[in-house]
């Protein structure tokens, strides 16, 4: 299969671009703020993981069937990645949130106990990325979109 030909990877490619996208939108929606680094981030609605990975196997289903043994691997895959995007990573957020949380605590206070006087440049720090994973709703979403894409595509295609 031409690297160009191969409906499933352009599938998946497609459905993390468009979950990408239409973040922007739908975060516009929800909180009157325009946001273009949703573009590029990792969470949020819908999951651009989950959207890729059903692409992907709706895709290989269409092409190879529901009995190949490319669309076991792929709907494995798939259902790993979405766990992963509600379960660890969505806590990693959670604990993202407390550590910053902390952080600035601790910093008021250090500023609160300093005698002396407060150096010209203070060094910046960088806050950890808190929108790690997902709620289980945006995997659902974004599941429901990389299904919907894929078959789209197909029908376009054939």
Excluded: C
Excluded at 14 to 32: D, E, H, N
Excluded at 69 to 81: H, K
Excluded at 133 to 139: K, S, T, W
């Amino acid at each position: 299969m031409d690297l160009f030909d191969n409906f499933p990877l352009w599938a998946a490619l497609f459905s993390i671009g468009f979950a990408q996208f239409i973040k922007v939108p739908l975060a516009f929606l929800a909180t009157r703020k325009l946001d273009w680094t949703l573009l590029t981030s990792t969470g949020g609605m819908p999951s651009s993981h989950s959207a890729a990975v059903t692409a992907l196997s709706t895709a290989i289903a269409l092409e190879e069937g529901l009995g190949s043994p490319l669309f076991a691997i792929s709907t494995i895959f798939g259902i790993i990645v979405m766990f992963d995007a509600t379960g660890i990573r969505r806590h990693a957020g959670y604990h993202a949130t407390v550590l910053n949380q902390l952080v600035g605590d601790f910093n008021k206070l250090v500023e609160e106990v300093k005698t002396w006087p407060k150096k010209e440049e203070m060094e910046k720090r960088e806050e950890l990325k808190e929108l790690l994973g997902h709620q289980p709703i945006e995997v659902f979403f974004g599941g429901v979109l990389g299904i919907i894409l894929s078959l789209v595509i197909y029908a376009i295609l054939t």
